[in-house]
């Protein structure tokens, strides 16, 4: 016979994403004004669809998530934000944007899911 040894038992990391958790809830919470294109539970990952605000006609922001841990850390999140400019339908450049938003996003998810995560304390006490 065949004998796999321990090479199936191998385990990957210990990411538990799922609606329990509060780094990806806030998440999802934060990004409600934005269509989400892709959304990984198991990759810890959450990609949204171009989103263009009103008042510009030619750009737009698409933006991804990346979850490296459960626990609400700064270093727990990765947040990119990817800029297209359009000067026609067929004529777009895109750029990863290096700006406060970010940071300001970043900080917007981990505030919120502390407040998640305190009330879900208190519903249990």
Do not use: H
């Amino acid at each position: 016979g065949i004998s796999f040894g321990n090479v199936l038992k191998k385990k990957g990391g210990n990411f538990q994403f799922a609606s329990s958790n509060p780094m990806w809830r806030a998440t999802i919470e934060i990004l409600d004004f934005v269509p989400l294109s892709n959304v990984d539970y198991g990759g810890g990952i959450i990609v949204t669809d171009w989103y263009k605000n009103s008042d510009s006609n030619d750009d737009s922001i698409k933006m991804m998530i990346q979850f490296l841990t459960n626990e609400i850390r700064a270093d727990g999140i990765k947040v990119n934000i990817y800029k297209k400019k359009c000067i026609s339908e067929n004529n777009c450049v895109t750029s990863l944007l290096d700006s406060n938003l970010n940071n300001e996003i970043k900080l917007a998810i981990l505030k919120k899911a502390s407040l998640l995560k305190k009330e879900a304390i208190e519903k249990k006490q």
